[in-house]
């Protein structure tokens, strides 16, 4: 059997930073409109029902964290997943919570 890896203390503490952030439900929904691609503020609002001040707020917050990447165009920002790992780890926690 091999070893168990263990977190450095440096994982930890960005482990916990992204679980945070992933810890939030309005920011989970941006991130499942996003699961299709690049999207406008606007469409990420009709996709969510969420306030335009909530989305901008958690897209700010997503993309802090390295979340998400934006794309200005000309009067409006694109979004989209920088880091597609955000996904298998929604997957799996479902998953896990369906098996139990």
């Known amino acids: 059997m091999g070893k168990k890896e263990v977190f450095s203390d440096q994982e930890i503490g960005m482990l ?9 439900g309005s ?7 996003l ?5 406008c503020v606007t469409d990420i609002i009709n996709l969510t029902g969420l306030l335009q001040a909530n ?16 794309r200005p165009a000309g009067l409006q920002r ?3 997943i920088s880091d597609p790992i955000v996904f298998q780890i929604c997957q799996e926690v479902c998953q896990t919570k369906k098996e139990k």
């Not at 699961?35 to 999207?39: A, I, L, N, P, Q």
């Open 16 to 24: 916990a930073k992204r679980f945070k952030t992933l810890s939030e």
């Open 27 to 33: 920011r989970l929904k941006i991130i499942r409109a």
């Open 35 to 39: 699961h299709s691609g690049e999207k």
């Open 55 to 70: 989305v901008s707020k958690q897209l700010k917050i997503l993309e802090n964290d390295g979340v998400v990447t934006c």
């Open 78 to 80: 694109f979004y989209k």
